[in-house]
């Protein structure tokens, strides 16, 4: 039998988004535009199930914008429009996961054909902004 260990699921999560937007800063400076929003998505879908493991198991999805605004209400009040902030770049990343994957079979195009520099940098700044909302949620939230 498993048991849940929040304090560990939280540090791992966290790393998870820390880690995953290092890496995307280095694909950008390499103009590995595919990798950068790979790396992009996963730092705003691990940053958000940081928030989620607060409270609960974190699903596998890779849009938990739904179970991060089903929680909302149990975080403090002054964090409501960031957390929203938060699961509404979670939601807007997802279908990248697939798309850095397969690309688009529909179109003919592989990940690396689909995306540019300027489609990476803003997937990059969304990164960026949603692993600032957690590191402030968890600084508050946990005393850290």
């Not at 493991?53 to 890779?62: F, G, N, Q």
């Not at 300027?118 to 600084?139: G, Q, S």
């Amino acid at each position: 039998m498993i048991i849940y260990n929040p304090k560990r699921e939280i540090e791992y999560r966290y790393k998870l988004a820390v880690q995953y937007l290092n890496d995307a800063e280095n694909a950008y400076s390499r103009r590995d535009w595919r990798s950068c929003v790979a790396s992009a998505q996963m730092a705003v879908e691990n940053a958000a199930k940081t928030l989620i493991a607060i409270h609960r198991v974190p699903s596998w999805s890779h849009d938990p914008s739904r179970e991060l605004i089903e929680l909302i209400d149990k975080f403090p009040k002054e964090f409501e429009e960031k957390i929203q902030e938060l699961a509404n770049y979670a939601h807007i990343l997802a279908p990248e996961h697939a798309r850095t994957s397969y690309g688009d079979p529909t179109l003919g195009l592989t990940p690396w054909e689909l995306y540019d520099e300027e489609y990476a940098r803003k997937c990059l700044e969304i990164a960026r902004k949603a692993i600032e909302i957690m590191k402030r949620v968890i600084e508050v939230v946990l005393k850290k």
